[in-house]
């Protein structure tokens, strides 16, 4: 037992966290299998229990079998429950349950805090956990309710009309992409209020809750007429990057589909496709038409937007906006020959310039690796498979169709880029190191030919 406490005790942060996370795929897998959980005579394995459990954790919405045909009622509630946790952070419950009970929460849960939500200092972490849960709970009432009682012009009844809210607003709100129509939201294609909701919900979920949070105290200090108020770099880079991604997004699906998918829609149709699929493809991977019918160009553009994915410490995964915008500059204040960043009248710290290239590489070996294994194993076009292999890896669950179709090892190659989009690639590359090590000496230095 000494022994035991000693190996748990010598987990890093972030070896406890992927612990965490690993369990609770394997609880939400076994939850998920038991007989209660499917419809009666529903073919449903092992292996599509333990596909369902990580795209659940890892919010991401891809899925080996029909949520609405396989799926129970206990089914669907517990994939809301488990697509609830892994949206807003294990960390974040965790706390909420800790605080119920009266834990005391230490150091070491502190730490494990700082690593699921990518912060880097341990002061607030308790209050920010606080804000986070109440403000996706807030957030998630609020959108149930409207499109609850919205609902009730499209079902008979409101228990059904309330439950469907239900479920797409947790599934939109988390970027989940889930869905109990059968069809995402193809059956709205035309009602552009739910999808106003629905791309509303997305944003919130995928733009950083550091950002919701500042938002608040920054309309509380409105109130107060306070105005000297002053967001954070972080939120000015991620914002701005989000909302210029989302119009860049919007032109290019909107110019490229304009002669083929859009040819015969009307202007309105054409804006409001071209948006929700920008949005969308952010982390979310709900979908307002059929993706498999754009053209090639437009394909690699959404496999491009949810490879950056969303905003760090958000419901999203992918490289992150902010690891995106930091390249960007790094190139261009290198080409005019600067040695720093500047931005929003602030400075970039340069361990942040070198950990967005880290991440980024890291990125692209992952995502070449992926798609070198699947084009060996799988017989789909390597457009399909690009676009698979983005859609796990920014946890977004948009797809050409071919989940269901891969084999045994592709199946478990989407999981490990769902899990690790889940996780993120910093604590990815921080489990690899461990604890680290202080270094106690240095070599001369000396200068190599680059490009």
């Known amino acids: 037992?000494?022994?035991?406490?000693?190996?748990?005790?010598?987990?890093?942060?972030?070896?406890?966290?992927?612990?965490?996370?690993?369990?609770?795929?394997?609880?939400?897998?076994?939850?998920?299998?038991?007989?209660?959980?499917?419809?009666?005579?529903?073919?449903?394995?092992?292996?599509?229990?333990?596909?369902?459990?990580?795209?659940?954790?890892?919010?991401?919405?891809?899925?080996?079998?029909?949520?609405?045909?396989?799926?129970?009622?206990?089914?669907?509630?517990?994939?809301?429950?488990?697509?609830?946790?892994?949206?807003?952070?294990?960390?974040?419950?965790?706390?909420?349950?800790?605080?119920?009970?009266?834990?005391?929460?230490?150091?070491?849960?502190?730490?494990?805090?700082?690593?699921?939500?990518?912060?880097?200092?341990?002061?607030?972490?308790?209050?920010?956990?606080?804000?986070?849960?109440?403000?996706?709970?807030?957030?998630?009432?609020?959108?149930?309710?409207?499109?609850?009682?919205?609902?009730?012009?499209?079902?008979?009844?409101?228990?059904?009309?309330?439950?469907?809210?239900?479920?797409?607003?947790?599934?939109?709100?988390?970027?989940?992409?889930?869905?109990?129509?059968?069809?995402?939201?193809?059956p709205f294609a035309q009602d552009y209020f739910v999808q106003f909701i629905h791309m509303t919900l997305i944003i919130l979920g995928a733009i950083g809750f550091p950002v919701l949070i500042e938002v608040k105290r920054f309309f509380q200090h409105k109130r107060k007429n306070a105005f000297s108020y002053r967001f954070s770099l972080f939120t000015k880079l991620t914002t701005t990057t989000y909302f210029i991604l989302i119009a860049v997004g919007f032109l290019l699906i909107l110019m490229l589909e304009k002669n083929y998918f859009f040819m015969d829609k009307v202007w309105h149709e054409r804006l409001f496709s071209s948006l929700f699929q920008s949005v969308t493809s952010r982390s979310a991977g709900l979908s307002t038409v059929d993706v498999g019918e754009f053209t090639l160009a437009t394909k690699l553009v959404l496999a491009a937007l949810m490879f950056i994915g969303a905003s760090p410490s958000s419901v999203g995964g992918g490289i992150r906006t902010t690891t995106f915008a930091i390249i960007l500059l790094a190139i261009y204040f290198f080409a005019k020959g600067r040695r720093s960043i500047k931005v929003f009248h602030r400075e970039v710290h340069e361990e942040d310039i070198m950990k967005a290239f880290v991440v980024a590489a890291v990125a692209i070996i992952l995502f070449v690796s992926a798609v070198i294994i699947l084009s060996f194993t799988e017989p789909f076009t390597l457009t399909e498979i690009m676009f698979e292999v983005a859609s796990a890896f920014g946890t977004c669950g948009l797809s050409l169709g071919i989940t269901p179709d891969l084999s045994t090892l592709g199946k478990i190659v989407i999981m490990l880029l769902m899990f690790i989009g889940r996780i993120g690639l910093v604590t990815l590359i921080f489990l690899m190191r461990g604890k680290g090590v202080t270094e106690k000496y240095h070599y001369p230095k000396e200068r190599v030919i680059i490009g």
Not at 1 to 20: A, E, G, I
Not at 128 to 155: A, V
């Open 1 to 186: 037992m000494p022994y035991v406490r000693k190996r748990k005790t010598d987990l890093s942060p972030f070896q406890l966290l992927v612990l965490f996370y690993f369990t609770a795929v394997a609880v939400s897998a076994l939850l998920l299998s038991l007989p209660y959980a499917h419809k009666p005579g529903v073919d449903f394995s092992m292996m599509d229990g333990i596909f369902t459990a990580v795209s659940a954790v890892s919010v991401t919405g891809l899925t080996v079998v029909s949520i609405a045909d396989t799926f129970s009622l206990a089914g669907t509630f517990v994939i809301l429950i488990v697509i609830q946790i892994g949206g807003i952070g294990l960390m974040t419950m965790s706390t909420f349950l800790w605080l119920i009970f009266g834990k005391k929460i230490g150091l070491k849960e502190r730490q494990l805090i700082m690593a699921d939500h990518n912060q880097s200092t341990l002061a607030g972490l308790v209050d920010l956990m606080k804000q986070i849960l109440f403000l996706i709970l807030l957030i998630e009432f609020i959108g149930f309710l409207i499109l609850g009682t919205y609902y009730l012009t499209y079902f008979s009844t409101a228990k059904e009309a309330y439950y469907h809210a239900l479920f797409a607003t947790i599934s939109a709100t988390t970027n989940t992409g889930f869905d109990i129509t059968g069809q995402s939201l193809i």
